[in-house]
């Protein structure tokens, strides 16, 4: 026999208090370290930091990005993190974060992995692009600079999977999450360098902060010497003119003084 229930009695019971007992134990948060000490050459320093600087001046007004910072996706163990070597969540102005976690801010957009010698003692890249693919990461990069067959590599995912798109694909180096390109600079002192560009040939690359500023004080000084020409130009105007208008002043002159002439033999006795 079914009982009915007075659900009165539930709108007349006070509200639970949460902490307000007596427990067996404290509560165990799960800890979730910032940082963790990992060798990492200076070559790899170097060109993560380049790329990480190049998509902030592009994209901080509109994205926040990652480089090297612990990426969480489980809030029940520290265990399941990432530390891409850059990474972006768009939709959000940058701002600044000790680590990611994905149920509070989302997945990142975009993941890149630039190997380097100092990845001997990570996980190997089948375990890793697992992480990757549980993080839920939209599009994951891969740049080898030592590798001269396939230096990019690139996985999107698709159907709860993450799968890299073939070595022939005409679109291989299109990022999707951004809309522009990947491509490969070599830099005279650090080598291959990973860079984005707008157009799919690499013409039109997203400076790095020391080659925007380089643009821009060249086109400081061609302002200048612009200026400059513009000043001096106006200036020769201003001295032809005056030089017209002396002419101008002698030729009235002198015409007067031949009119006054001509006045003067009129008047006299013939």
Avoid at 71 to 79: F, M, N
Avoid at 146 to 152: G, L, N
Wanted: glycine share 6%.
């Amino acid at each position: 026999m079914k009982v009915a229930f007075d659900t009165s009695v539930l709108a007349a019971a006070p509200r639970r208090r949460i902490g307000a007992h007596v427990y067996s134990r404290a509560p165990e948060p799960v800890y979730f370290p910032e940082a963790e000490e990992v060798p990492e050459t200076n070559r790899h320093l170097e060109l993560r930091t380049a790329l990480y600087l190049i998509l902030k001046r592009e994209l901080a007004r509109v994205a926040t990005l990652g480089s090297d910072q612990f990426v969480y996706w489980d809030p029940t163990t520290s265990k399941k993190r990432l530390a891409p070597d850059a990474f972006v969540r768009l939709g959000v102005p940058h701002r600044t974060f000790r680590t990611w976690k994905t149920w509070l801010h989302g997945a990142p957009d975009l993941g890149v992995e630039i190997v380097s010698e100092s990845d001997e003692g990570e996980p190997d890249w089948d375990e890793k692009l697992e992480r990757y693919r549980a993080s839920g990461i939209g599009e994951v990069v891969r740049f080898h600079p030592d590798d001269r067959e396939r230096p990019i590599r690139v996985w999107d995912a698709l159907d709860g999977d993450l799968v890299e798109r073939a070595p022939d694909d005409p679109e291989l180096h299109a990022c999707e999450a951004l809309g522009l390109w990947w491509t490969i600079v070599e830099d005279p002192s650090i080598g291959p360098m990973l860079r984005l560009a707008r157009d799919r040939e690499g013409h039109g690359l997203l400076p790095t902060p020391d080659e925007a500023e380089a643009k821009a004080r060249e086109a400081e000084a061609k302002a200048r010497a612009a200026e400059a020409k513009t000043r001096e130009a106006e200036a020769k105007t201003r001295e032809r003119n005056e030089q017209l208008e002396a002419e101008l002043a002698a030729l009235r002159a002198e015409l007067a003084q031949a009119k006054g002439k001509r006045r003067t033999r009129r008047r006299s006795p013939g």
